[in-house]
C-alpha cells in the first residue's frame, strides 16, 4: 500500500513538472475508465456475484473500499495508466527528435 501510494504521488509530481496539458486532459479520461473499471473490478470482488474471484485481506491495505473494491485499487490504476501515457509521450518526442535528426 505505502510502495503504491509513494509510485502515484511520484508520478504525478512527474506530470506537473513535464507534461501538466496531458494532466488535465487525464483527469476527465480516468473518470470515464472508472466506469468499466468500477463494473469489472465490482464483479471479481463481488459487488454482482455470490462468490468474490478476488479476495483482498484488509490486514494488507487500508481497509477502505468504494463499493466492494479497495482504494488501492483505483489509486494504482490511476497511476499506471498515468505513467504509461507519461511513457508514451516522452518516448513520441524522442521519435520525432531522432526522425528529424536523420533526414
Not at 9 to 27: A, D, G, P, T
Not at 43 to 50: A, D, E
Request: charged share 15%.
Amino acid at each position: 500500500t505505502q510502495v503504491n501510494y509513494y509510485f502515484a504521488f511520484l508520478v504525478l509530481l512527474i506530470s506537473f513538472r513535464f507534461s501538466s496539458q496531458i494532466l488535465s486532459k487525464y483527469y476527465v479520461t480516468f473518470l470515464l475508465m472508472l466506469i468499466p473499471f468500477f463494473i469489472v473490478n465490482g464483479i471479481l470482488t463481488g459487488s454482482f456475484i455470490h462468490e468474490q474471484v478476488v479476495w483482498y485481506n484488509n490486514d494488507e491495505n487500508l481497509g477502505i473500499r468504494l463499493f466492494t473494491i479497495p482504494i488501492e485499487d483505483v489509486t494504482y490504476a490511476f497511476s499506471l495508466i498515468l505513467c504509461t501515457l507519461l511513457l508514451m509521450e516522452r518516448f513520441s518526442l524522442y521519435k520525432k527528435r531522432y526522425v528529424f535528426a536523420v533526414k
